[in-house]
């Protein structure tokens, strides 16, 4: 019984899991039940919600937690946690490509809700917190 259970919720959580790539001017949303993926274009950028986690009882994050979320034609996207490309050496300094990321998308002047409220439970350095910063308050 207890077996069932756990492959079901493995099956659930396989199902609503997906990977982005993101590329020079796309990002690209698969998962299991859109194996073709879905693309969108930069352009198609809704809004931003960027700053850092306020629950103090998550089983994702944590309070502090930096998180960056983007809204493509209704879909959210999260983006909070780096994915250094390794043949790429610029990018060997985590959270970079998410500055370059952000620079990319505000050229196309979409709505930002941005806030550094829980910036002090933030445990990263502070060349990160201050990269986070400037995230933020890229309008």
Do not use: C
Request: no cysteine; charged share 30%; hydrophobic share 30%.
């Amino acid at each position: 019984w207890i077996y069932s259970i756990l492959v079901w919720v493995i099956l659930l959580y396989i199902s609503l899991t997906g990977i982005t790539f993101v590329t020079e001017d796309k990002v690209i949303y698969r998962s299991w039940l859109k194996p073709q993926g879905i693309t969108y274009e930069y352009s198609d950028v809704e809004e931003i919600k960027t700053g850092y986690s306020g629950k103090l009882i998550s089983l994702t994050e944590r309070r502090g937690d930096f998180y960056y979320k983007v809204s493509f034609k209704g879909r959210w996207i999260t983006f909070g946690t780096t994915s250094p490309n390794e043949s790429i050496e610029r990018y060997n300094d985590s959270y970079l490509e998410l500055e370059e990321f952000d620079e990319k998308l505000m050229k196309y002047s979409p709505k930002k809700k941005s806030s550094r409220d829980n910036e002090g439970h933030a445990l990263l350095d502070d060349r990160y917190i201050r990269r986070f910063g400037r995230i933020i308050e890229n309008k």
